[in-house]
């Protein structure tokens, strides 16, 4: 059963929302287990957790992170469970590899009882909320998290305190191919981009209309135009393709885009409206089965 308390942050653990044995008749407390001990733990006993969504940590901010450490001490302790005779890190692996570039042997840790399930939310929960992971980043921590608690999307985003359409979209960029995720990661490809990308019928395309929309630094919304030319030829290939500064492209009309970004939004897949004064489609791009039965489940509860 997917733990809805998660949602709320890391401020669940960090008050003490799981106080150990305190308050249980007759328990003795170690300090480890009472809600208003910090321990301070040497830095070689704390090691990282392995569910850490974060991929390598910039060197930069790690030395500005260090610096303010030297100036103000760790204002937050780092959140750790047991793990042996060593504690493992659950939320807080930047500020402990900052102390040690501050050459801190000693460092304020909460320690808690926390199961595997509930250390692989909060690694993702106190990114999510509190850094900032690329979108694919996020994407795979949020498939990680899926395949760990056996969850649906719905209840993931509950876990992590989003919406189901914004896992959804995160979740739908893993299907785009490894050098367009790569342009993600780095920052040359915006989600915007990504999410249009995703909506070429043929899938061959999207490589080399990524590397094209780079070079020509399009706009989202250009991106958008080139990906329903590009549809257009592809499902009607006896029709010449529009040009994107072509009479068809000035001509349509504002409130024609403003359906079809509110269809995006709602639905949370690429949307594209084909109006005609005696005929007009609408078309909803699906990834996958799930997608289109996630779909179809939305469209058919309106």
Known sequence: MVDRRLGRGLDFFLSGGRGGAKGKPGAEETPAEKDSDTLELDVKLLEPNPDQPRGPIDPEELRELAASIQSNGILQPILARKAGERYQIVAGERRWRAAQIAKLTKVPVLVREISDDDSAVFALVENVQREDLNA?????????????????????????????????????????????????????????????????????????????????????????????????????????????????SKNRPVWLKELEETLMDNLATPVNIRYGRKRSQIQIECGS?????????????V
């Open 136 to 248: 694919i980043e996020k994407a795979k921590a949020f498939q990680q998290l899926q395949g760990k608690l056996e969850a649906t999307q719905e209840q993931v985003a509950k876990r992590v305190g989003l919406t189901r359409s914004s896992v959804t979209n995160f979740l739908r960029l893993l299907e785009l191919p490894a050098a367009v995720q790569e342009h993600v990661s780095r920052g040359t490809l915006a989600m915007g981009h990504a999410r249009s990308l995703l909506g070429l019928v043929d899938k061959e395309l999207i490589v080399p209309m990524a590397d094209e929309a780079i070079r020509g630094t399009w706009s989202v919304r250009a991106l958008e135009e080139r990906v329903r030319e590009a549809n257009e030829a592809t499902t009607q290939p006896d029709k010449p393709a529009k040009t994107s500064g072509g009479k068809g």
């Open 289 to 301: 089965r799930e997608e289109f039965e996630r779909i179809f489940e939305r469209l058919k509860n």
